[in-house]
Structure formats: C-alpha cells, structure tokens
C-alpha cells in the first residue's frame, strides 16, 4: 500500500470552518518526552502514514499535537451530554481535540483526535491528561470492536508522555490517538438545539449528511432521510 511522503500530510479543518460557533481553537499541551508505546501499523497505511515515520520525532509530535501540519486547526469540540446521572448542556471536550480531518488511501474522510491532551475550556475540574493503563485497554478494546465488526472509533497510538497522572495513586501518563468516520454526537445537535440557532442546528444536519449520509441530499426531506438511516 501506498504511503503519503510526510511533507504532503494534510488536515484539513472543515469541521472547524462550516461550525465555529461548536469549535474552540486550542493546541495540546506539550509533551517533554514522548514515547510512541504501541503504534496501529495497518490503520496508519489505511490513512497513508508511514509507521516507522510514526515512531519517530516527527510523527511522534504529530501524535501527541505538538506540530501539525500548516493550515491545520485543532480544537475541543462542544456537544452537550450525560455526566454522573444528570444532563450537562455543555460538556464538550474536556480533555480531547480534533486535530483535523484527513483522507485516507481509499478517500474517505477520518478524524484524527486525541485524548488526554491537557485542559481545555470545557474542563471544567478535570486535569485534561489520561494514564497509559485506561489508553492501552482503549486501544485494545476499540481494535477489538473494530474485529468484530462493530463501528468504532478505531486506535492509531498511544504515546506515553513521561508525566506522572494524579489519581488514586500516581499514574504514568499518556495521549491516545484515534481515528474516526466523525466525532459528530447526538450532544452535538442537543446543543446546537439549546442554543436556539436555527441556522446553526441546520447547518450541522447539512454537515452530517454531506460527511455520513450524501444520499440523503437527494431526498425530498433531507432532514428526515438522514433521521431515518441513523434510527
């Protein structure tokens, strides 16, 4: 399979662009000594990236968002949601950002994410960072799924940043970084339907189905095809 060389790697930012009013520009906090701990050799041909460039410093800042490409722009996504048993009408990213968007080798469109990348402003009294134990069972459990045919966010790496994670004991830390068709939620249209922008709750839908589902432009009530493929 055909690698994409590193200096043609592009992300895009369309998500960014088409809905500001659900993207905080942010960058990841940075990692003094990353170590790449397990790296997904056959997503990372799927998406064209070299494993081995993946290993090593340039791609090992890539995956933690310490240097991304030139005209990417990474944010923590807003969406409300479910926390603790109540619903929180902006929970959003609180430790996670979209890096960007990138085509793989078949030119279908994947989000490139991380988590555990530090605090953004959706953090409310979290610390922003992860462990490397609950990243690795992560990564096994959504290549797993992955396996089994089952949709899921899939696992491209995960980097251990050499900073100890405050728990119920001190923990080593980590980035996982993942690969999805979209990081789009039902919280994502909670959200946009709280803040009572038409124009925005519309603008997502036309999102989601040029990402997801494009045939239900065709459809004599968009809206609802698009309703109907996801239920």
């Not at 279908?108 to 402003?121: A, C, M, Q």
């Not at 990564?139 to 100890?164: D, K, N, Q, W």
Request: include cysteine; proline fraction near 7%.
């Amino acid at each position: 399979m055909s690698v994409v060389p590193t200096s043609s790697i592009t992300l895009d930012n369309r998500f960014a662009r088409e809905l500001p009013e659900l993207a905080i520009a942010w960058q990841a906090e940075e990692v003094a000594d990353p170590l790449p701990l397990v790296v997904n050799e056959s997503l990372a041909e799927e998406l064209g990236l070299d494993p081995a460039w993946l290993r090593g410093p340039d791609g090992t800042a890539l995956l933690v968002g310490s240097s991304v490409p030139a005209g990417a722009t990474p944010v923590a996504q807003a969406y409300a949601g479910h926390q603790f048993g109540g619903f929180v009408p902006r929970l959003g990213d609180g430790r996670a950002l979209l890096l960007g968007e990138i085509s793989d080798t078949e030119g279908r469109v994947r989000d490139l994410h991380l988590k555990g990348s530090g605090r953004t402003p959706f953090a409310r009294g979290g610390d922003g960072l992860a462990a490397v134990g609950p990243m690795l069972r992560e990564y096994v459990i959504s290549e797993a799924m992955h396996a089994l045919g089952v949709p899921s966010t899939r696992s491209l790496a995960v980097v251990a940043t050499g900073r100890p994670v405050l728990r119920e004991t001190s923990l080593p830390g980590a980035l996982l970084c993942r690969v999805a068709s979209s990081h789009l939620r039902v919280g994502s249209f909670q959200y946009a339907r709280i803040t009572g922008d038409v124009d925005l709750l519309r603008r997502l839908a036309d999102h989601a189905i040029t990402r997801h589902h494009p045939a239900a432009a065709e459809a004599d009530q968009p809206y609802r095809a698009m309703f109907e493929a996801v239920v």
